[in-house]
């Protein structure tokens, strides 16, 4: 075993302890700890197992999460247009004909003095999660007395299970 000792730049003295019949000449004591100077492979492939893991177990919970907000946004959304409906036909005396449709939100229909919209925020009508107009229609088909808006869901078609509505 040999030691050096060596002054640094601040005067103090540090002791360099070397035994070069050490089973592990990389690893020298200074001053009583152990110092490494990398990760051994073993080490990188269990942090790799252990990420892939936890990548196997998360991601698939996250994409499913994804679906659920978008759905539940639309549902939101299709509220909305329902209560913003009630306070057109509150100022109107009349809900918006399905000609002028959900624009009748935003835009005064022809002839309408009553008008106190516009009725929702925002510059131009909301289109679904997945990019789709809303759909209006009055007199509703399934709100007899009322309006029916919807979004096709997320497989953008008509009267499938998917679809987000008012009536139910």
Do not use: C
């Amino acid at each position: 075993m040999q030691t050096i000792t060596r002054q640094n730049s601040q005067s103090r003295r540090i002791a360099i302890r070397r035994d070069s019949s050490s089973a592990f000449p990389g690893l020298s004591a200074v001053e009583g700890s152990v110092h490494r100077s990398a990760f051994t492979l073993i080490e990188l492939l269990l942090v790799l197992v252990i990420l892939t893991v936890l990548a196997s177990v998360v991601v698939p919970k996250l994409t499913g999460r994804a679906q659920e907000a978008k759905i539940a946004a639309a549902r939101t959304t299709v509220k909305q247009l329902d209560d913003s409906m009630d306070l057109f036909e509150h100022d109107m005396d009349r809900y918006p004909t399905t000609e002028e449709g959900l624009g009748a939100l935003m835009v005064p229909p022809s002839n309408s003095q009553d008008w106190k919209g516009p009725y929702i925020k925002g510059s131009k009508l909301p289109v679904d999660p997945w990019n789709n107009p809303y759909k209006y229609q009055y007199p509703g088909q399934h709100n007899i007395n009322g309006v029916d808006i919807w979004s096709s869901g997320p497989d953008g078609r008509d009267g499938t299970e998917d679809d987000i509505t008012n009536w139910q």
